[in-house]
């Protein structure tokens, strides 16, 4: 925190100091591709995030600087003009959610100096950007004593995304990363924003993620196409159901009707939808109930049916994942986030961590052909002002 307290300092020549802030990164432990289904998400927000260090200005203007991106220098802007600009880069992200809360009617009539330094992996898919738009809400929401609802803020982070980035994302990031507590997991309904925590007793047991190196190329054409086959599922079921959202079905259910859903592709998409979301709402109970091996075990059981029902998975994450489940010490293991790349997940007992990644870099490498890369992540609070150094 010294360290960033001097560069602030000496990028924006000021004496004074700024007041430090941090957003987490965020993996989601279980519910892949069922947000957009009707069903539940289950993240965790973790030690890796993005700080920022602001102090407010005299003036309308905002000037950012990027330790991440010190070839950028400072990126300047005027309160009077809070456009896109392609020019401005990653700066666009802080940007919108300084438009978008003043837009909501909340009095930001000063500028401020920001600083900004992530330790998130690049291109690992842990949410970076939504890590951004949150460090950079909690920090005006403090240095301008606004009086924010963090669920609101939540969603003005979404509309960065959605309406001034242009990324059709859902809501699961920011929450994810505005609503995270240290040692939980949050259960969240994506459309109602119900949500739950869930205690994650580690018992000398880490999370390790687990990096393929392998950039997603889960391309627009196949996450639209995944969507349309849940889609037709779905119209086919509701011939004779009566349901929004093939996250309304209990396996049972689904099991008795999926004759009426015409297309194998389609009936296969939809088991997955429908079977990972009652993972979700099982996970939340194996966690309250303390039982870790239980909970892994519906990890694997995720990780299979995203790689032979949705078809997201590819040969880097099954690789990764099948050496994690042959290592000593671990309890479950699987692929995160939208597929055919970026991240997997793995939980494994604190004595095996060296062996683990070992063993499991040997075998990806000498099948892949490049190295991975392992983090060992805690899970962290949410999005905060950082008091005495300390998150």
């Given amino acids: 925190?010294?360290?960033?307290?001097?560069?602030?300092?000496?990028?924006?020549?000021?004496?004074?100091?700024?007041?430090?802030?941090?957003?987490?990164?965020?993996?989601?432990?279980?519910?892949?591709?069922?947000?957009?289904?009707?069903?539940?998400?289950?993240?965790?927000?973790?030690?890796?995030?993005?700080?920022?260090?602001g102090k407010k200005r005299h003036d309308s203007k905002f000037r950012f600087y990027s330790m991440n991106f010190p070839n950028n220098g400072i990126i300047e802007c005027d309160l009077s003009n809070l456009r896109f600009n392609e020019q401005h880069d990653w700066a666009n992200y802080p940007k919108g959610m300084i438009k978008y809360l003043a837009e909501a009617g909340h009095t930001i009539a000063y500028g401020a100096d920001i600083l900004y330094y992530g330790d998130i992996p690049n291109g690992a898919g842990l949410s970076s950007s939504a890590s951004i738009e949150m460090t950079t809400g909690v920090l005006l929401e403090y240095l301008f004593n606004l009086k924010l609802d963090r669920i609101d803020l939540i969603k003005l982070g979404q509309k960065v995304e959605n309406d001034y980035i242009g990324v059709n994302s859902g809501i699961m990031d920011q929450f994810a990363i505005g609503m995270g507590k240290e040692d939980h997991a949050v259960l969240l309904n994506c459309q109602t924003l119900d949500y739950d925590y869930a205690p994650i007793k580690?018992?000398?047991?880490?999370?390790?993620?687990?990096?393929?190196?392998?950039?997603?190329?889960?391309?627009?054409?196949?996450?639209?196409?995944?969507?349309?086959?849940?889609?037709?599922?779905?119209?086919?079921?509701?011939?004779?159901?009566?349901?929004?959202?093939?996250?309304?079905?209990?396996?049972?259910?689904?099991?008795?009707?999926?004759?009426?859903?015409?297309?194998?592709?389609?009936?296969?998409?939809?088991?997955?939808?429908?079977?990972?979301?009652?993972?979700?709402?099982?996970?939340?109970?194996?966690?309250?109930?303390?039982?870790?091996?239980?909970?892994?075990?519906?990890?694997?059981?995720?990780?299979?049916?995203?790689?032979?029902?949705?078809?997201?998975?590819?040969?880097?994450?099954?690789?990764?994942?099948?050496?994690?489940?042959?290592?000593?010490?671990?309890?479950?293991?699987?692929?995160?986030?939208?597929?055919?790349?970026?991240?997997?997940?793995?939980?494994?007992?604190?004595?095996?961590?060296?062996?683990?990644?070992?063993?499991?870099?040997?075998?990806?490498?000498?099948?892949i052909g490049y190295e991975p890369t392992f983090y060992t992540a805690s899970i962290s609070d949410g999005a905060k002002e950082i008091t005495e150094g300390v998150l």
Avoid at 257 to 270: G, M, T
Avoid at 335 to 362: E, S
């Fill in 1 to 53: 925190m010294s360290n960033l307290i001097r560069e602030f300092r000496r990028i924006f020549n000021r004496s004074e100091e700024p007041r430090p802030f941090f957003a987490p990164g965020r993996i989601n432990l279980i519910g892949e591709h069922t947000d957009y289904n009707g069903g539940h998400v289950f993240p965790a927000s973790i030690s890796f995030g993005t700080y920022a260090l």
């Fill in 202 to 367: 580690l018992d000398n047991h880490a999370i390790i993620i687990m990096n393929t190196n392998k950039q997603r190329t889960l391309q627009g054409s196949e996450y639209n196409e995944r969507r349309e086959q849940c889609e037709q599922a779905l119209a086919d079921l509701q011939q004779e159901l009566s349901i929004e959202s093939l996250g309304d079905l209990s396996n049972e259910e689904f099991n008795t009707h999926k004759h009426l859903i015409q297309n194998d592709s389609d009936q296969r998409r939809a088991k997955h939808a429908v079977t990972e979301n009652v993972r979700t709402l099982k996970a939340l109970k194996r966690l309250k109930e303390g039982d870790l091996q239980g909970f892994g075990q519906l990890i694997n059981a995720s990780h299979r049916s995203l790689q032979h029902d949705y078809a997201v998975t590819g040969t880097e994450l099954d690789t990764i994942v099948e050496a994690a489940w042959q290592q000593e010490g671990v309890i479950g293991a699987r692929m995160t986030g939208a597929g055919f790349g970026g991240c997997a997940i793995a939980i494994v007992h604190q004595d095996k961590t060296d062996t683990f990644k070992t063993n499991v870099n040997h075998i990806y490498t000498k099948t």
